[in-house]
């Protein structure tokens, strides 16, 4: 008898020319761009490297620049604080006040050394109110003397003490108000 054969493995088709072409080319291209991609990480790598040791000295002079910065901060606000302050000295120093210039003088003038005078406000239609406080009693009573006396003279007018209180240390502490009526002299 005689032996057939059967094939069982199929007849490869030829392929397109365009698939043959990228059978060739896919693993050159492939390797190509496997070789571009080590090429360029080792090259990001060296770059970051040798730009690590320039970014670390450009950290540590912002650390110590601001370090710096933070020792000057308070001195700055002192600055400031000043500027502030002598800007608004400035502003009332360009405003009117010579009813405030002529009454301070008035009442200083009859300030002891056994009274301190602890608050004073004046405003520009001359009403005053201060507080003090007196060490004893005659320092007290020669105070208010002096006060009526100037009420006397047209100096002061509606003098009022008000909250008048005896310390434990025997001193007394009041607060007075009063109004300030400009002299002739002063108007001119």
């Not at 025997?170 to 300030?180: A, C, E, P």
Request: net charge neutral; hydrophobic share 40%.
């Amino acid at each position: 008898m005689s032996k057939k054969t059967i094939n069982l493995i199929i007849e490869k088709d030829d392929d397109l020319p365009v698939l043959k072409r990228l059978k060739k080319f896919a693993p050159v291209t492939a390797a190509v761009c496997l070789i571009l991609f080590v090429l360029l990480y080792s090259i990001s790598l060296i770059y970051l490297k040798l730009n690590t040791s320039e970014y670390n000295k450009l950290k540590a002079e912002v650390t110590s620049s601001e370090k710096k910065i933070t020792s000057y901060q308070a001195t700055e606000g002192l600055y400031l604080a000043t500027f502030n302050i002598l800007d608004v000295i400035n502003k009332i120093l360009a405003k009117n006040f010579s009813t405030v210039a002529d009454t301070l003088p008035e009442v200083y003038g009859i300030d002891s050394d056994e009274i301190d005078i602890k608050t004073l406000t004046v405003d520009r239609n001359g009403q005053m109110s201060f507080s003090l406080t007196a060490y004893s009693l005659t320092a007290l009573e020669v105070f208010v003397g002096e006060l009526l006396n100037k009420q006397i003279d047209a100096v002061f007018s509606d003098i009022k003490a008000q909250g008048i209180l005896r310390d434990k240390d025997g001193s007394y502490t009041m607060t007075i108000s009063l109004k300030y009526r400009k002299s002739p002299a002063a108007t001119s």
